[in-house]
């Protein structure tokens, strides 16, 4: 249910470095299996998700970047309209911030797969395994990266 | 002192100091004895000289006492230029045996020559420079400056093998091999600048090479100014002592002065280097202890004799006497040069003092540049900082936080509001020599 998310910094007036930090990984043939990018108007931050952010983390520090790691933990969402509300229901009722969150690529089994980055991971699944409210559900690695069966 | 030194008892007096430890008065009669030589060596030979010290009715024979300088009228880096490439020699290019230039940011570049006997003045103050910081000939030295029209790397190459050290003359750039040099030839002892050296610690970190584990233990670092903040930056992330060099290619390159193992002001070479403070608006002489405009003269140089040149380096002439028993003037540490100063609206600013806000602020010292620009008459100044892996967050509010802590403590300094941008690492350009700290886009945006 957790997953080691990458964050890479970008620069502003760098149009090219998206495209740079990109091409770091595409080299390497290094699948991503999401990534958003958090903009101001200063500078960016690229965050992603890959089963092989160990390489990928080493590839990009030696290229240059500022990256970093950070536990994020991943949840599924009923794909219709109010599927989140549950979960944020469960998540206000337990006091539990969210920095941010976004969403995986591709669905499984219908559903959405959401990310969410809380202060503390450890302490969020805690909570929520206990008491969820009957509208948790986390989703592992395995299930994303393909190599456990959905 | 407070930081850490691998366990290396300092080397005792080493002879060639012998000049560092004459008596006041002594040392007084000395420089008015080649003062009076070096005036009379530029007046005669030198057409700019005697047509500046004849319109100031200056009389070159009546030269009697250390009192009468205050007539000479003073040299300038335009000087320098305007007699671009031999105006000022004072000596048939048959004499001449080496010639250095510096890099000419704006124009053509300035020339400065030496006799045989030039040299080996130059390379003996050198030698009492890496002698009253400790260094021996047990050292082995790498020596980091740039080899080249540039006069650190041969200035302290010439100190260091004149001490009798191994020196191994590594030059700027490779920064991967600079690291594996050090750490496989067992250096004890590196100069260079005090920017390349922080750029050595971070690539170090980098390769995973701490640097504190290594036998290096001293650095002598010049050619730029550097605040004490970054002093202890190294001498903390380096497990080194850091030492103070001061010199300038017009008068003779590094070792015009130095400090000594208790890194407290800069000990002139003053038997061959003879400063003055001087107030640079009214161009009065200050007496010593005030802060002021540092002036030097070469007492003993024959190629280009420079007389009373105004080095735009702000200092003051230290009064007590050094623990370290040197009876040769010090002076305190130049923080600032009145040519690095610039003015945003209004306020004079340092780079020295961005330096010191940076540190304040994070505890480390990224590579950083002032940016200076114009939009409709006002002038804005941007200060950009390259993050460091450490500094950096995924959350969105933690970076701007951190922009918010860096304006702040540059603000507490300067008094003025700037904007701070956070930078991709080694996205400003390093240099290998002196660091370009300040980028004036004023006039061109205009």
């Known amino acids: 249910m957790k997953f080691t998310q990458l964050s890479i910094f970008i620069g502003r007036n760098s149009p090219g470095s998206l495209n740079d930090a990109c091409k770091v990984l595409a080299d390497a043939n290094i699948d991503l299996s999401t990534l958003t990018l958090a903009d101001t108007k200063e500078f960016g931050i690229l965050r992603l998700i890959t089963k092989d952010w160990e390489k990928a983390k080493d590839l990009l520090g030696k290229a240059g970047f500022a990256v970093q790691t950070t536990e994020v933990v991943a949840l599924l969402v009923d794909h219709k309209p109010g599927g989140m509300c549950g979960i944020l229901d469960a998540l206000a009722k337990n006091n539990i911030n969210v920095e941010y969150l976004y969403a995986f690529a591709t669905p499984i089994a219908g559903n959405a797969v959401v990310v969410f980055r809380f202060d503390n991971p450890d302490e969020a699944i805690a909570k929520l395994t206990e008491d969820g409210g009957g509208n948790i559900r986390f989703v592992s690695p395995g299930k994303i990266f393909g190599t456990e069966k959905a | ?446």
């Open chain 2, 1 to 446: 002192m407070s930081s850490t030194i691998k366990g290396v008892p300092a080397p005792g007096y080493n002879p060639i100091s012998a000049s560092d430890y004459i008596p006041q008065e002594k040392m007084r009669e000395i420089q008015l004895e080649r003062f009076i030589r070096v005036v009379k060596n530029a007046y005669e030979n030198v057409p700019l000289y005697r047509q500046r010290f004849d319109e100031a009715h200056f009389d070159v024979n009546s030269f009697k006492s250390l009192e009468d300088v205050k007539k000479l009228p003073f040299t300038k880096k335009v000087d320098l230029r305007d007699t671009y490439p031999y105006g000022l020699f004072a000596r048939p290019l048959k004499d001449i045996v080496r010639l250095h230039a510096s890099s000419g940011t704006t124009g053509k570049p300035i020339v400065v020559a030496y006799t045989q006997a030039d040299l080996d003045v130059w390379q003996q103050t050198m030698c009492r420079s890496l002698a009253a910081v400790g260094m021996c000939k047990e050292d082995i030295v790498q020596n980091s400056y740039g080899y080249g029209l540039f006069t650190g790397g041969l200035g302290a190459h010439a100190g260091a093998e004149g001490l009798g050290a191994a020196v191994i003359p590594a030059s700027g750039g490779n920064t991967a091999r600079q690291i594996m040099l050090m750490r496989d030839f067992g250096v004890t002892a590196i100069t260079c600048t005090p920017s390349y050296f922080i750029h050595l610690i971070d690539e170090a970190g980098k390769m995973g090479v701490d640097l504190r584990s290594l036998p290096i233990r001293r650095g002598v670092f010049g050619a730029e100014p550097w605040s004490e903040g970054m002093r202890r930056y190294i001498e903390e992330s380096a497990g080194i002592k850091a030492y103070d060099i001061y010199g300038l290619s017009e008068i003779t390159g590094p070792g015009v002065a130095c400090e000594c193992e208790y890194q407290n002001g800069l000990h002139v070479f003053e038997d061959h280097y003879y400063p003055e403070i001087i107030d640079p608006d009214t161009l009065e002489v200050l007496p010593d202890g005030e802060e002021g405009e540092l002036v030097l003269t070469t007492l003993s140089k024959e190629a280009i004799p420079m007389i009373r040149y105004r080095t735009r380096d702000i200092t003051s002439i230290m009064t007590e006497k050094c623990p370290c028993g040197r009876t040769i003037r010090r002076i305190s540490r130049i923080g600032r040069r009145s040519d690095d100063m610039f003015i945003i609206r209004g306020v004079n600013v340092f780079p020295s003092q961005i330096e010191t806000a940076i540190l304040n602020a994070e505890k480390t010292l990224p590579n950083y540049q002032i940016v200076l620009t114009r939009a409709k008459g006002l002038d804005n100044m941007e200060v950009q900082i390259e993050l460091t892996p450490e500094m950096f967050s995924d959350k969105v509010s933690a970076m701007e936080e951190l922009t918010a802590k860096f304006a702040k403590a540059i603000e507490r300094i300067i008094n003025i509001r700037t904007s701070v941008r956070l930078m991709p690492p080694n996205s400003i350009p390093r240099s290998e020599g002196k660091a370009k700290r300040v980028v004036d886009k004023r006039e061109l945006d205009k």
